[in-house]
């Protein structure tokens, strides 16, 4: 296959990088603002708040992608601090203020060394036990094994918002999305990509030339894709349901890596070459807002667990 295999996200980069998107606009953007209003502080959960039955936290070498879920039980192999956080708040990564030491994306090297900590939990619950209730479960783990204190706080967040630009969308309306398996995969490389782009026709993929998102998408499907590189919500303000066929090549690369093993977000120039090309070669444009958005600040959060 010539030119056609991409650069792959490293394991490590995938379970590192944390949902979300980076402001741009003619000036640099501040996250938040630099006196953001603080909210009232946050007391960890009581004793009478949702705790699991019974919880074991062990270290692990190496992240895992494995994530068990079944009615009574979870089990995760190799997950790290920040999605560990991320899942107990529902969060993404740009709501929470983070411990510098905690491997995220960043767009500075941090001041203190990033600890790479990998853990595996398993736990028990209720099988009834609804969504609200596990995320309190996995709060107070965290406080439990880790002495987590936290507080929310009130900030204003900035987010762009897609609507189409003059003249109307300039994607193609894409074709039905075939029903039933996918076909047979060939047997040659050469085809193989676009076996795999007809049985699931939405992909993501880095090369030299940077990050190209392909397939048939919705603009609601297509905005949250490169929230996790821009650090900031891109959200659909088009109110269209169509499903268009889009091929956009951004010139950005996560590389190389102020945070080791994490992959960059993008620069204001850099964004500013997104959103310049969606305008350009899709007919979507980008209008800043800015939002009151609640944050999760964390106060204070152990490197090791306390012993099962």
Not at 88 to 114: G, T
Request: proline share 11%; aromatic share 8%; glycine share 6%.
């Amino acid at each position: 296959m010539t030119n056609r295999l991409t650069r792959e996200l490293t394991l490590r980069e995938m379970l590192l990088l944390a949902p979300a998107a980076i402001l741009v606009v003619a000036g640099p953007i501040v996250v938040g603002l630099a006196n953001p209003p603080r909210g009232r502080a946050q007391s960890p959960p009581s004793e009478a708040a949702p705790r699991f039955d019974v919880a074991s936290v062990k270290p692990a070498d190496m992240p895992a992608p494995i994530r068990r879920h079944s009615p009574g039980r979870i089990r995760y192999e190799g997950i790290s601090f920040a999605n560990l956080i991320m899942r107990a708040f529902a969060l993404p990564q740009y709501q929470v203020i983070w411990p510098d030491w905690i491997p995220i994306a960043r767009d500075h090297v941090p001041k203190q060394k990033p600890d790479y900590r990998f853990f595996t939990i398993e736990a028990t619950m209720p099988p009834e036990t609804n969504a609200a209730d596990f995320r309190l479960m996995l709060q107070n783990l965290l406080v439990d094994r880790f002495g987590l204190v936290f507080h929310r706080e009130t900030r204003p967040l900035a987010q762009y918002e897609l609507s189409f630009a003059e003249g109307g969308p300039k994607m193609a309306k894409a074709k039905p999305r075939p029903d039933g398996p996918p076909p047979n995969l060939p047997a040659d490389n050469e085809n193989l990509l676009d076996a795999v782009q007809h049985a699931n026709p939405q992909s993501m993929s880095f090369d030299e030339e940077g990050m190209r998102v392909r397939g048939d998408y919705t603009v609601a499907e297509f905005a949250p894709v490169f929230s996790n590189y821009l650090q900031h919500p891109l959200v659909d303000r088009t109110g269209s349901t169509e499903h268009y066929t889009i091929d956009i090549t951004w010139g950005w690369s996560p590389y190389p890596q102020l945070v080791p093993g994490v992959m960059n977000r993008a620069s204001n120039g850099e964004a500013r070459e997104l959103f310049s090309a969606m305008e350009k070669k899709l007919g979507l444009k980008a209008a800043l807002q800015s939002v009151p958005t609640e944050f999760v600040v964390i106060d204070h959060l152990n490197h090791e667990a306390r012993e099962n």
